[in-house]
Antibody, heavy 121, light 110 residues
């Protein structure tokens, strides 16, 4: 069925790195833009990054620019988020989300269940 | 950067109408989308492009957007509507486009 499944979360020390994955199934992954959105414990949604369907454009929130890298492998139907120089404030559930249709600036019509990243010594 | 302002909480009795606002500078010129999130679950789209409703979302959910305020209206509120609600837009006022979420509104059904 149509779904997104995140993985790769865990506990990491401040300054460490982690790579998240998002496996897509049930739709033509290579046709759609994708996002990462995070939610700190007890807090609201915060957008992290976007990548165009073909990887040609990438945008980042100021809070992660220069530390996080979004990428995708359309042959593997997988989205990635490489997170470096992690800080305590990066602790959150990380969701991947699919863009509706072929408009990069459309809404999110499919979300994964999220993976928890905890940055702590 | 563009800011979306939502009330932290809204309370309503069952069967009544709940209105959740999302304020932003000239938000009426942008497309606003609304998501519902229940505890421990991923967000779910309830309104897109200001006032359109995805299939499977009850007609009780509606949206509007004008001037500096977008509004999500839930009519005949039910206990199952209790959740956090977030508005979302794209903004292109800085050097690159980015997504903005409102701070979220907790809807409590009394």
């Amino acid at each position: 069925q149509v779904q997104l499944v995140e993985s790769g979360g865990g506990v990491v020390q401040p300054g460490g790195s982690l790579r998240l994955s998002c496996a897509a199934s049930g739709f033509t992954f290579s046709s759609y833009g994708m996002h990462w959105v995070r939610q700190a414990p007890g807090k609201g949604l915060e957008w992290v990054a976007f990548i165009r369907y073909d990887g040609s454009n990438k945008y980042y929130a100021d809070s992660v620019k220069g530390r996080f890298t979004i990428s995708r492998d359309n042959s593997k139907n997988t989205l990635y988020l490489q997170m470096n120089s992690l800080r305590a404030e990066d602790t959150a559930v990380y969701y991947c989300a699919k863009v509706f249709g072929l408009d990069d600036y459309a809404y999110f019509d499919l979300w994964g269940r999220g993976t928890l990243v905890t940055v702590s010594s | 950067s563009y800011v979306l302002t939502q009330p932290p909480s809204v309370s309503v009795a069952p069967g009544k109408t709940a209105r959740i606002t999302c304020g932003g500078n000239n938000i009426g010129s942008k497309s606003v989308h609304w998501y519902q999130q229940k505890p421990g679950q991923a967000p779910v789209l309830v309104i897109y492009y200001d006032s359109d409703r995805p299939s499977g979302i009850p007609e009780r959910f509606s949206g509007s957007n004008s001037g500096n305020t977008a509004t999500l209206t839930i009519s005949r509120v039910e206990a199952g509507d209790e959740a956090d609600y977030y508005c979302q837009v794209w903004d292109s006022s800085s050097d690159h486009p980015y997504v903005v979420f409102g701070g979220g509104t907790k809807l409590t059904v009394l």
